[in-house]
């Protein structure tokens, strides 16, 4: 599967060769990827980085979520995760991140809109949910311009960099679209 994303990039789920990839991507700006992210401390060799993709992909096997890596040509530029999709509530939850060379140019927000639309039209998804550290202005910006509504604060809801963080609460229904 790829998805057309801006005119030089697509969109393709991350497969276990793509771990030294990712694990490069995050070593390259970890610190800022550890302070924000849920996922990304673990992940600190490519066997941790494959098991990350393999979890992933059962995900997508399952039909209850994907991580779809942003590439240009060979480069992995950034990662748009669905973290769960429930059949009963038809709720999907997604997440987005960057390399730290490809922030500042609209790609966060390009990919999430492609994912948001594939999630609407091709999944029978009625609410999309975005969970952003309070502290994370850039996530909460692209929250906002995919079109999605601040709903409140999940208070602790992540253990992220060595403590429970608290999460502000984003949500894009299918009649908002
Ligand atoms: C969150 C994150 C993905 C946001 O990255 P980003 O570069 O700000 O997001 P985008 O690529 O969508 O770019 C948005 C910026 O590009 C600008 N932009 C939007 N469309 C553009 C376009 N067509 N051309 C040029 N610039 C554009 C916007 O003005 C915006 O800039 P501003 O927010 O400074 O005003 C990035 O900071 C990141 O990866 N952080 C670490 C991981 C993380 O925190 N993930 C979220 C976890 S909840």
Do not use: M, S
């Given at each position: 599967m790829e998805l057309a994303c801006t005119a030089d990039t697509v969109l393709r789920p991350l497969?276990?060769?793509?771990?030294?990839?990712?694990?490069?991507?995050?070593?390259?700006?970890?610190?800022?990827?550890?302070?924000?992210l849920r996922w990304s401390a673990p992940v600190q060799s490519v066997a941790a980085a494959?098991?990350?993709?393999?979890?992933?992909?059962?995900?997508?096997?399952?039909?209850?979520?994907f991580h779809w890596g942003i590439w240009r040509g060979e480069a992995l530029l950034g990662g748009v995760p669905c973290w769960s999709i429930d059949p009963v509530h038809h709720v999907a939850e997604l997440g987005y991140w960057l390399a730290a060379t490809a922030r500042g140019g609209g790609l966060a927000v390009?990919?999430?809109?492609?994912?948001?639309?594939?999630l609407l039209r091709d999944r029978?998804?009625?609410?999309?949910?975005?969970?952003?550290?309070?502290?994370?202005?850039?996530s909460r910006r692209v929250a906002e311009?995919?079109?999605a509504t601040y709903e409140g604060i999940r208070r602790e809801s992540h253990w992220v960099g060595g403590a429970f963080r608290d999460h502000a609460v984003y949500a894009l229904l299918a009649r908002d679209a």
């Open positions: 497969a276990p060769d793509d771990a030294a990839a990712l694990l490069a991507v995050v070593e390259a700006d970890r610190e800022t990827f550890d302070r924000w494959r098991e990350f993709i393999y979890a992933a992909a059962a995900r997508e096997v399952e039909d209850t979520g390009t990919a999430t809109k492609v994912a948001i639309a594939h029978g998804v009625n609410r999309i949910e975005f969970q952003c550290r309070v502290e994370n202005e850039p311009r995919v079109g």
